[in-house]
T-cell receptor, first 112, second 114 residues
Framework: GNSVTQMEGPVTLSEEAFLTINCTYT??????LFWYVQYPGEGLQLLLK?????DKGSNKGFEATYRKETTSFHLEKGSVQVSDSAVYFC???????????FGSGTRLLVRP | GAVVSQHPSWVICKSGTSVKIECRSL??????MFWYRQFPKQSLMLMAT?????????EQGVEKDKFLINHASLTLSTLTVTSAHPEDSSFYIC??????????FGPGTRLTVT
């Protein structure tokens, strides 16, 4: 079946450090891929997405590239801020159902 | 962007009672809404897909008689946890998609069953 695997957290970084959160997927077909962010006490927000191979999604300094050959969609940011502290979820969506399948989430803690 | 609200944001109920959670799309019409359950420090698990004017579609392993879903209008879906027990304590999240099929998530409802 379809699934998403994320690196376990928590990830603790100092402000201005480089961030990578790994995400790989298994899917029968060609899914759309997403990163969602959940700030403390809030609902999930779409961070970025990519709908086909080699697409790069970007938003607020975060980037992720849809790599079909490695079935990956790793999240990166060149310089994290304290305000980036949150839980990040990788997810896939098969067009036929519009259901989202989430990874387990990775908690990021950025220290000043 | 589109806004989805949930009510209540938290609720405490006694074992054996039922509790209703509302999910509303505030500025768009949502023919489809989704209900998720999130355990502490874990991912979201899709419980069911709620379609306006028809029966909900439940995921495997989710008891449809325990988790009653009603999608009576294009802006409102409700989840009723019937005869709640402590193991039903969890964070329940709804989402809705607009005409572009982008999903917008509610802030969640924390249910505690004592």
């Amino acid at each position: 079946g379809n699934s998403v695997t994320q690196m376990e957290g928590p990830v603790t970084l100092s402000e201005e450090a480089f961030l990578t959160i790994n995400c790989t997927y298994t899917a029968t077909g060609y899914p759309s891929l997403f990163w969602y962010v959940q700030y403390p006490g809030e609902g999930l927000q779409l961070l970025l997405k990519a709908t086909k191979a080699d697409d790069k999604g970007s938003n607020k300094g975060f980037e992720a590239t849809y790599r079909k050959e490695t079935t990956s969609f790793h999240l990166e940011k060149g310089s994290v801020q304290v305000s980036d502290s949150a839980v990040y979820f990788c997810a896939l969506q098969m067009d036929s159902s519009y259901k989202l399948i989430f990874g387990s989430g990775t908690r990021l803690l950025v220290r000043p | 962007g589109a806004v989805v609200s949930q009510h209540p944001s938290w609720v405490i109920c006694k074992s054996g009672t039922s509790v209703k959670i509302e999910c509303r799309s505030l500025d768009f019409q949502a023919t489809t809404m989704f209900w998720y359950r999130q355990f502490p420090k874990q991912s979201l698990m899709l419980m069911a897909t709620s379609n306006e004017g028809s029966k909900a579609t439940y995921e495997q392993g989710v008891e449809k008689d325990k988790f009653l879903i009603n999608h009576a209008s294009l802006t409102l879906s409700t989840l009723t946890v019937t005869s709640a027990h402590p193991e039903d304590s969890s964070f329940y999240i709804c989402s809705a998609h607009d005409s572009s099929y982008e999903q917008y998530f509610g802030p969640g409802t924390r249910l505690t069953v004592t």
